[in-house]
C-alpha cells in the first residue's frame, strides 16, 4: 500500500481529489457479509491546530459476526497539511494508511468517522481511503457537514436523506431510540442500503458505531502515551 506525498498546496491537494474521484464505484452493493469491518480513527495533540501536530492514527479490526476486536494497529505521525474544510482527509491520510499497512492482513471494509460522498467536492475520507485501498468503505459522521435534511424518526432504524444540490449523498440515520442521529454516507465499492445496514449492525448499545469507538479509544491511549 503506498502512501502518498501530501500536496503543498489547497490547489494541489484538489487536483489529487479530482484525479482520484473517478477511480469511485458509488453504487456497490458491497459485501454484504463481511467478516471484517476496520474502524478509523485519529487523536490529535493540544489544539490540533495547523501542519506537523503530533497526532495519533488507529485502525481497530472487528469480527463482523461477534464485534469483537481481532486487529490493532496505531501509527503515530504529524498532521501532514493545514485544517482547510473540504481538504481535511489531507492532514490524516499517510498516518492512516499507515495503520492501516500495519494490520496483519487487511479488513473487508474500512469504516471511517467522517464522510465519504457527504462532502462538498464529493470526496470525504471514506471516498479518499476507499480510492487508495481499493477496500469498500463508507463513512459515519457524529455531525451534518453538508446538504438538507429532515430529522427521521424517532426510532432506531429510522432515517431521511440528506441532499446536496438535490443529489442524494448520504442518509440520516438514527441509531438508538431518542437519540441523535449519524449521517452516513459511502465511500466505495458500497451502496448506501449496505452502509447503513452495516451502521446498525455496528451500534447494538451506542450511538455511535463500536468500529469509531474502539479507533478513537486507541488513538487516545497512544496519544497520552507518546505525552509521557
Do not use: N
Amino acid at each position: 500500500m503506498e502512501i502518498p506525498d501530501p500536496p503543498r498546496t489547497p490547489a494541489e491537494a484538489e487536483a489529487v481529489q479530482d484525479a482520484l474521484r473517478p477511480l469511485l464505484d458509488l453504487a456497490g452493493p458491497g459485501p454484504r457479509d463481511p467478516a471484517t469491518i476496520a474502524g478509523l480513527d485519529v487523536s490529535y495533540a493540544g489544539d490540533g491546530g495547523g501542519t506537523g501536530t503530533p497526532l495519533a492514527a488507529a485502525a481497530v479490526v472487528l469480527s463482523a459476526a461477534t464485534l469483537e476486536t481481532v486487529a490493532t494497529s496505531v501509527a503515530l505521525g504529524t498532521a501532514a497539511f493545514p485544517y482547510v474544510p473540504g481538504l481535511f482527509a489531507f492532514r490524516e491520510l499517510p498516518a492512516l494508511l499507515a495503520a492501516l499497512r500495519g494490520l496483519p492482513a487487511a479488513p473487508d471494509v474500512l469504516a471511517c468517522d467522517g464522510y465519504g460522498l457527504a462532502h462538498p467536492r464529493r470526496f470525504g475520507l471514506a471516498c479518499h481511503l476507499g480510492a487508495l485501498t481499493d477496500l469498500p468503505s463508507f463513512g459515519v459522521a457524529k455531525t451534518a457537514f453538508v446538504g438538507e435534511w429532515e430529522p427521521p424518526g424517532e426510532r432506531r432504524g429510522d432515517a431521511s436523506p440528506l441532499l446536496l444540490d438535490g443529489e442524494v449523498v448520504g442518509r440520516v440515520l438514527r441509531t438508538r431510540d431518542g437519540v441523535k442521529p449519524v449521517f452516513v454516507s459511502v465511500g466505495h465499492r458500497m451502496d448506501l442500503d449496505t452502509a447503513c445496514a452495516l451502521t446498525l449492525a455496528l451500534t447494538p448499545e451506542f450511538r455511535l458505531p463500536e468500529t469509531t469507538r474502539r479507533a478513537d479509544r486507541l488513538s487516545r491511549d497512544a496519544l497520552a502515551g507518546l505525552a509521557h
